[in-house]
């Protein structure tokens, strides 16, 4: 049987699949998957539901991972069209979704329906919960799946990795990511007695500028410099004439190679403790590792991948690993992983949309990508 890519992914925008909402998506997925021959298991974890889906039983096994949960689509009003009524209107498919990434889903399905092997396996990993927090879903899977040795040998990530047209990067690692709250607890009191009060501000400020003031690094070969961005300082303080009790602050750092997570957090400890010694205060800290920074090294796999973007568009894709952060970062762990996927400009925004086009040739770079990978001549 064979899976029109266009049909299956508007199926998919029809489903106002908001992570971590189903909205029957994955209902869809597997019926298409189990038309064309995979066993489809569902694991759920708190409120995500994920699918795995295998066809085949020896080794190698080749798996497609991506999501099916959305980011909300904003104010409805201002988008051409419904944004869960997909429509197509001078070769553009319109819907939230369809660029990240139930067009990417929907062309990996098509290409499997195209595509057997006597030997190997093809997987997909596909979770509702890479949008949100992403705690119940690729990770989870994948933890299950090694615990009752289960093996992923390569994966592919079908994220939008496109710039501006088809088949200009592949993503071959991420920065890894690292989210801190700090909060600094003072005294409050009137700005005519500052001595009966302890103002957190000065603390603060000084622990943003002590960790602003340092260059993590100047980049390497494969990625560019890193980068702490605060993006908030709040006190809640309305008034001018009260010394607010509390103050706090939101940064991120995305980090290359250079670093390791634990390696900053300890890091930002010491200079949050250095401060609270300065300045009589009590610092909290809430450190969260969102990720770690990997690189899948250029080899074999990477051109497979690049290969077959290149006998299908005419130009051969960068090795990149810029942008934000994906369930790749989880993956990593298991299995080399790179990621390639349709054009991501219009990705979270209103109106997001893909060419047709570009749908069909994403499905025939996938369906090279499982030709090669199924060949005698890859090295894997």
């Known amino acids: 049987m064979k899976i029109d890519p266009i049909k299956l992914a508007c199926d998919l925008i029809a489903c106002p699949s908001v992570t971590p909402t189903d909205a029957g998506v994955m209902d869809i997925l597997q019926t298409a998957l189990q038309s064309i021959g995979f066993e ?30 959305v980011v909300p ?15 197509i209107e001078n070769g553009v498919l319109t819907g939230r979704g369809a660029a990240d990434m139930k067009g990417g889903l929907a062309a990996f399905v098509a290409a499997a329906s195209e595509f057997d092997t006597d030997s190997g396996s093809i997987s997909l990993l596909i979770t509702g919960d890479e949008e949100g ?3 119940h879903g690729t990770c989870k899977v994948l933890e299950a799946l090694a615990k009752r040795g289960e093996k992923i040998d390569h994966c592919l990530v ?11 990067e592949i993503k071959n690692g991420r920065r890894g990511s690292i989210n801190t709250h700090v909060t600094i607890r003072g005294r409050q009191g009137h700005v005519a007695y500052p001595d009966r009060a302890n103002n957190p501000l000065p ?6 500028n002590r960790l602003d003031q340092r260059m993590l690094d100047e980049g390497n070969e494969s990625f560019q410099p890193s980068n702490l961005e605060v993006t908030s300082m709040d006190v809640g303080n309305a008034a001018h004439n009260i ?28 200079e949050a403790a250095g401060v609270q010694k300065s300045h009589n205060c009590k610092i909290d800290l809430d450190i969260r590792i969102m990720g770690e920074a990997f690189l899948t090294k250029p080899g074999a796999f990477t051109n497979l991948l690049q290969d077959a973007v290149e006998q299908e568009t005419g130009q051969r894709p960068a090795l990149t690993t810029g942008g934000g952060t994906s369930d790749a970062r989880f993956i990593r762990a298991y299995a080399e992983v790179a990621e390639f996927g349709l054009v991501g400009k219009s990705m979270h925004k209103i109106n997001e949309q893909v060419n047709i086009a570009d749908i069909y040739t994403l499905t025939q770079i996938y369906h090279r990508v499982l030709q090669g990978y199924f060949s005698p001549d890859f090295s894997k």
């Open 40 to 69: 489809v298991e569902r694991l759920p974890f708190a409120n995500v539901d994920n699918l795995y889906a295998r066809r085949g039983q020896d080794g190698p096994n080749f798996c497609f991972a991506g999501h099916t949960d």
């Open 158 to 168: 079908g994220e939008p990795t496109n710039p501006t047209q088809i088949g200009q």
């Open 133 to 135: 927090d992403a705690t």
């Open 203 to 208: 603390p603060l400020l000084a622990l943003m």
């Open 73 to 87: 689509a904003g104010d409805a009003d201002k988008w051409q069209s419904p944004p869960f009524s997909p429509t």
């Open 243 to 270: 010394i607010p009790e509390n103050a706090s602050a939101r940064f991120n750092i995305r980090f290359n190679t250079n670093h390791s997570g634990a390696e900053l957090r300890e890091w930002i400890q010491n």
